[in-house]
């Protein structure tokens, strides 16, 4: 390490590409400011008088998520970011969006892109020696990201045992707070009207609504009307068919797992009595005729094309996984076809952990790996400096000043025109206008934190997101007396903080051990489950116990154990002053 030092430092002494200084980018509603900032803009006036390079220069770059609106920066605001860094990505992306078969290939073959966002890929990379420590790196070249990360530098590291910095959280924004609900149990907003906006407050409440409004509009626009469908295509059968029992049984995200706050023993959540009986609520569901019989056969493009025919009345589902369809809803004018949030739970007893306070924790990220020289690995931690500035924040979140947005009486506002584009067009402006494509590649604030100007670097915040709602939303809103759907959620003081973040964000142990009986976990369970929702109720145990039983075997349990001191270690290392 002492000669890495050394190198750098010469470099520093030598290289002409020298810091780009940033130009001015869970009970949870109060706004906040950057806590460091004055730091933040001492280290920026003493890089003042440095003169960062722009001369062109491309990188290789690899997204873990798919990217289906990227241009190859030729959108309005990737130009901006060329023009102010002189940097072009020369991108691919996950296609599936899964990221292990093309690491693993990477891996293989010992060809890495320069800088890339490997997801959960990220243990495998650092075993095979690819990702570069940017420990020094962001000391010595990246105030923009020490100064929004300052007081969580512990969380950036590796492992107890490898302090190392190997990637840089994107998909976690430092101090977020959330101000609406995108996920829960969703009802259509025409069959909380018709029902004289019922509670909606467990699954027995959920279908009761459902019942109701089927037995009276069998089909809706000469379709067969839909009660429930879930999305089971590849890795979504997690987002709307497993997740789900965790929330609906009092527990928080943790991925796979379950993670006792006591003890911080980790097991596969599916363990727990409560989610066997979750989902024997949706084998019932199946079998009354009110979950959608294609449920587990359909592809993710079926399933987006039924919510866009407006015939689905309810969803368990995260919006950003049905945005697309409800996007076309609103395109149609058919507004009371959306969707209300509800924190469903199984019964009264639980209550639903949506916006437990994971604190700031770590997050899949990007990193640089061993394909950059050293003279090359300054410029490419320049650049994602400089992409965690204010300029770079306020360009990525708003767009263009005057194409995007406009400044009145110093604050930022979208124009209604660019709003309807957002909301009705949102793949198309998004292709055009490159708002929100680079966010991997973002080490930002999050929603809620206001910049020196006392403007949100955000346009997710309160009345941005009240102001676009449409009137049959608004009108339902005032029915529950809420602001948002989130008011109808436990907020995050009705829990304590969760010492290890959220553990999907963690990097998973790379072992063969570990990894070989997680995929055998996966693919019991992703068999089990659809086949006991579908079962007669008199199969549905036999089918769930056989599962059980089948969890406790093949390296599993082992599995869990070593998940398990991967938390007692995060908790460890995180809370290490």
């Given at each position: 390490?002492?000669?890495?030092t050394?190198?750098i430092?010469?470099l520093l002494?030598?290289?002409t590409?020298?810091v780009?200084?940033?130009?001015g ?5 109060a706004?906040?400011?950057?806590a460091?900032t004055?730091?933040g803009k001492?280290t920026d006036?003493a890089a003042?008088?440095?003169t ?5 220069v491309?990188f290789?770059?690899?997204g873990g998520?798919?990217?289906p609106?990227?241009t190859g ?12 860094t002189g940097?072009t990505l020369?991108?691919e992306?996950?296609?599936s969006?899964?990221?292990q078969?093309k ?16 997801k959960?890929?990220?243990s495998?990379?650092?075993?095979a020696g690819a990702?570069?420590d940017?420990?020094?790196l962001?000391d010595?070249?990246a105030?923009?990201?020490?100064r929004i990360y300052?007081p969580y530098?512990?969380?950036?590291k590796f492992?107890?045992e ?8 994107t998909n976690a ?12 149990f969703?009802?259509?907003l025409a069959?909380l009207?018709?029902l ?5 407050r467990?699954?027995?409440d ?13 089909t809706?626009d000469g379709?067969p ?6 999305n089971?295509?590849?890795w ?9 029992a965790?929330?609906?049984?009092g527990?928080p995200d943790?991925?796979e ?8 023993e980790a097991k ?6 409560e989610?066997k009986e979750?989902f024997r609520w949706?084998?019932h569901m ?7 019989k294609?449920?587990?056969t359909q592809?993710?493009?079926q399933?987006?094309?039924?919510i866009?025919?407006g015939?689905v009345l309810?969803?368990?589902?995260q919006?950003?996984?049905y945005?697309?369809a409800?996007n076309?809803l609103?395109g149609?004018?058919k507004h009371e ?9 199984l019964?009264?007893e639980?209550?639903?952990?949506s916006f437990?306070?994971?604190g700031n924790?770590s997050?899949?990220?990007?990193g ?9 690995q300054?410029?490419?931690?320049q650049?994602?400096d400089?992409?965690?500035s ?5 360009l990525?979140n708003?767009g263009?000043?005057g194409e995007?947005?406009k400044v009145?009486n110093?604050?930022?506002v979208?124009p ?7 909301t009705n067009?949102?793949?198309?402006f ?14 930002r ?5 206001k910049?020196?100007?006392?403007n949100y670097?955000?346009t ?5 997101i009240?102001a ?6 608004k009108?339902a809103?005032?029915a529950y007396?809420?602001t948002t759907?989130?008011?109808l959620?436990?907020g995050?003081?009705?829990f ?6 959220a553990?999907y964000?963690l ?6 051990d ?5 995929q ?6 992703r ?5 006991a929702?579908?079962a007669?109720?008199?199969e549905?145990?036999?089918i769930?116990?056989?599962m059980?039983e089948e969890l406790?075997g ?13 938390i007692?270690?995060?908790v460890?290392a995180?809370?290490?002053?």
């Amino acid at each position: 390490m002492k000669g890495k030092t050394k190198k750098i430092a010469a470099l520093l002494m030598t290289s002409t590409l020298v810091v780009a200084a940033g130009c001015g980018g869970g009970g949870d509603t109060a706004t906040k400011t950057p806590a460091s900032t004055d730091t933040g803009k001492k280290t920026d006036a003493a890089a003042a008088d440095k003169t960062p390079s722009t001369e062109p220069v491309t990188f290789t770059f690899f997204g873990g998520d798919a990217s289906p609106n990227w241009t190859g920066m030729k959108d309005a605001v990737g130009k901006v970011i060329t023009e102010k860094t002189g940097v072009t990505l020369n991108a691919e992306f996950a296609v599936s969006g899964t990221d292990q078969q093309k690491v693993a290939l990477m891996i293989a073959s010992g060809e890495y892109p320069q800088i890339i966002f490997p997801k959960g890929e990220t243990s495998k990379l650092v075993d095979a020696g690819a990702m570069v420590d940017l420990t020094e790196l962001i000391d010595q070249y990246a105030p923009n990201i020490k100064r929004i990360y300052g007081p969580y530098m512990n969380r950036l590291k590796f492992s107890k045992e490898d302090p190392s910095i190997y990637t840089i959280p994107t998909n976690a924004m430092v101090d977020q707070t959330s101000f609406d609900a995108g996920g829960g149990f969703e009802l259509q907003l025409a069959v909380l009207e018709e029902l004289g906006y019922p509670e909606i407050r467990t699954v027995e409440d959920f279908e009761k609504a459902l019942k109701e409004y089927y037995a009276k509009h069998p089909t809706i626009d000469g379709q067969p009307t839909i009660p429930l469908t879930l999305n089971a295509d590849d890795w979504k059968i997690m987002i709307t068919v497993t997740n789900p029992a965790v929330y609906a049984t009092g527990g928080p995200d943790d991925g796979e797992y379950y993670i006792d706050p006591e003890t911080y023993e980790a097991k596969l959540h599916y363990k727990r009595p409560e989610e066997k009986e979750y989902f024997r609520w949706l084998n019932h569901m199946y079998n009354t005729g009110l979950l959608d019989k294609e449920s587990f056969t359909q592809k993710n493009d079926q399933y987006l094309a039924k919510i866009a025919s407006g015939r689905v009345l309810g969803l368990i589902d995260q919006n950003w996984d049905y945005q697309e369809a409800e996007n076309s809803l609103k395109g149609a004018g058919k507004h009371e076809r959306t969707y209300g949030h509800f924190p469903v739970t199984l019964t009264e007893e639980y209550e639903d952990h949506s916006f437990v306070d994971i604190g700031n924790g770590s997050g899949y990220g990007v990193g640089l790996t061993t394909a950059l020289s050293e003279e090359e690995q300054i410029r490419a931690i320049q650049f994602l400096d400089w992409m965690a500035s204010d300029e770079a924040q306020i360009l990525n979140n708003w767009g263009i000043e005057g194409e995007h947005y406009k400044v009145e009486n110093g604050k930022r506002v979208i124009p209604a025109d660019v709003q309807d584009r957002k909301t009705n067009d949102n793949a198309a402006f998004t292709k055009e206008s490159g708002v929100g494509l680079y966010a991997p590649l973002s080490v930002r604030f999050g929603d809620g934190v206001k910049d020196s100007t006392d403007n949100y670097y955000t346009t997710n915040y309160p009345e941005q997101i009240t102001a676009n709602y449409s009137e049959p939303m608004k009108k339902a809103l005032a029915a529950y007396k809420a602001t948002t759907w989130k008011d109808l959620f436990p907020g995050k003081d009705a829990f304590p903080v969760k010492a290890w973040g959220a553990a999907y964000n963690l990097p998973a142990p790379s072992g063969a051990d570990y990894t070989v009986a997680f995929q055998k976990s996966q693919d019991i369970v992703r068999k089990a489950i659809p086949a006991a929702i579908v079962a007669t109720p008199e199969e549905f145990d036999a089918i769930y116990d056989q599962m059980l039983e089948e969890l406790n075997g093949s390296g599993i349990p082992e599995m869990e154990a070593t998940y398990t001191q991967l938390i007692k270690d995060t908790v460890e290392a995180w809370s290490a002053k």
